[in-house]
């Protein structure tokens, strides 16, 4: 059988002798792993429109039970993102948590889209790579059904205090008062809560990422001393509602104090 995808690259590795097994993310299927035949080597005619980043036209065949690239034609190859260190570092990063989150046969269109929108924007360098992160992370939460609420107060249903309070795992807010309240009572045995205290501007950055129309996922504003935390309140997010942490992020880290 023979089959047309458009499928962006999440990953190679070395297969065999020659051949290569990437990871590709497609909206109808979801993620999926094709062989590449003769991918490790230097003739092959497909290999370079199949590395990862590039969103790629495929036609697969079906051989040995699995599926394989016959045909290969580059959509986006996201080609400046690697030419700097910290815009590869975060794009890798982006297609570790794809790895991580998205679907075997599940329909991945929503993540799919976000994925392109934001290589597209670490390219071209729409907002500082740190707010496209954490932009991605916050918008990739809610496409695995973590979405926090954020309209108004999960307790008194206001929204008037300066600061709000975001519970991660619950995925709610409180305002002051009602915080304060239940700050008062013991918490319920074995459960710990990681709580964000929200300013206004990070609220309404997290709100804007969260309720946008899709291509309008970078169109929040941040004061400068805002930026930091409210980068870091994202990755935490998303992080603690999937479990695990990423050499990549690591990586990227490890580069933004340079
Ligand atoms: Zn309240």
Redesign the pocket.
């Known amino acids: 059988m023979v089959t047309q995808i458009k499928a962006l690259v999440l990953g190679d590795i070395v297969w065999g002798e020659n051949d290569k097994l990437l990871t590709v993310l497609t909206a109808e299927y979801g993620r999926m792993c094709v062989v590449l035949k003769g991918g490790s080597s230097l003739k092959s005619k497909v290999a370079g429109a199949c590395l990862p980043f590039a969103y790629t036209e495929m036609t697969l065949a079906e051989k040995g039970g699995r599926p394989w690239v016959r045909e290969a034609t580059e959509i986006r190859g996201f080609h400046g993102i690697r030419k700097e260190l910290e815009s590869t570092a975060l794009a890798l990063y982006v297609l570790d948590v794809l790895t991580e989150v998205c679907l075997e046969d599940g329909e991945e269109s929503e993540m799919l889209q976000l994925a392109l929108n934001t290589l597209h924007a670490i390219e071209n360098k729409l907002k500082p790579l740190g707010q496209i992160k954490a932009a991605f992370e916050l918008r990739t939460a809610a496409a695995c059904g973590f979405s926090p609420d954020l309209v108004a ?6 929204d008037k ?1 300066q600061f709000m309070y975001l519970d991660v795992m619950d995925g709610v807010m ?2 002051r ?3 304060q309240r239940h700050i008062q009572e013991p918490p319920a045995e074995g459960h710990t809560s990681i709580v964000l205290m929200l300013d206004r501007p990070i609220l309404d950055a997290m709100r804007l990422i969260s309720y946008s129309p899709p291509k309008r996922f970078l169109s929040f504003q941040l004061p400068d001393g805002d930026s930091r935390l409210f980068c870091s309140y994202c990755e935490k997010y998303l992080l603690n509602h999937i479990d695990r942490g990423f050499a990549s992020l690591e990586f990227f880290h490890s580069l933004e104090g340079l």
């Open positions: 107060c999960n307790t008194c249903g206001e205090s409180t305002c008062e009602c915080r």
